[in-house]
Nanobody, 120 residues
Framework: QVQLVESGGGLVQAGGSLRLSCVASGSIESIYGMGWYRQAPGKQRELVATISTSGSTTNYADSVRGRFTISRDNAKNTVYLQMNTLKPEDTAVYYC?????????????WGQGTQVTVSS
């Protein structure tokens, strides 16, 4: 069984920073693309950032480009999201996603989410 567990969310003032972490554990043979998504109240889940297997390629939503940085540590099965210059509109539940080769083949996995609240 594979699990993704996020951490690092919290309450921060506008202009502040947070660093999210997501650790994958379980019967993992390989982890390919990883990413972060978020869902604000009353809105659909949206992509925030993705990172390739090696970490050499990243992709960001226009709304966070230049403020957020995604990275990964393959030795630790971990993906990070460094969030700087946070704005109230960044308030959402942030979810980690990963495409993982496990015992039963490829699957997309999601974490349980971590709340980020930015006060004005």
């Amino acid at each position: 069984q594979v699990q993704l567990v996020e951490s690092g969310g919290g309450l921060v003032q506008a202009g502040g920073s947070l660093r999210l972490s997501c650790v994958a554990s379980g019967s993992i043979e390989s982890i390919y693309g990883m990413g972060w998504y978020r869902q604000a109240p009353g809105k659909q889940r949206e992509l925030v950032a993705t990172i390739s297997t090696s970490g050499s390629t990243t992709n960001y939503a226009d709304s966070v480009r230049g403020r957020f940085t995604i990275s990964r540590d393959n030795a630790k099965n971990t993906v990070y999201l460094q969030m700087n210059t946070l704005k109230p509109e960044d308030t959402a539940v942030y979810y980690c996603n990963a495409r993982i080769l496990g015992r039963f083949g490829w699957s997309d996995y999601w974490g349980q989410g971590t709340q980020v609240t930015v006060s004005s």
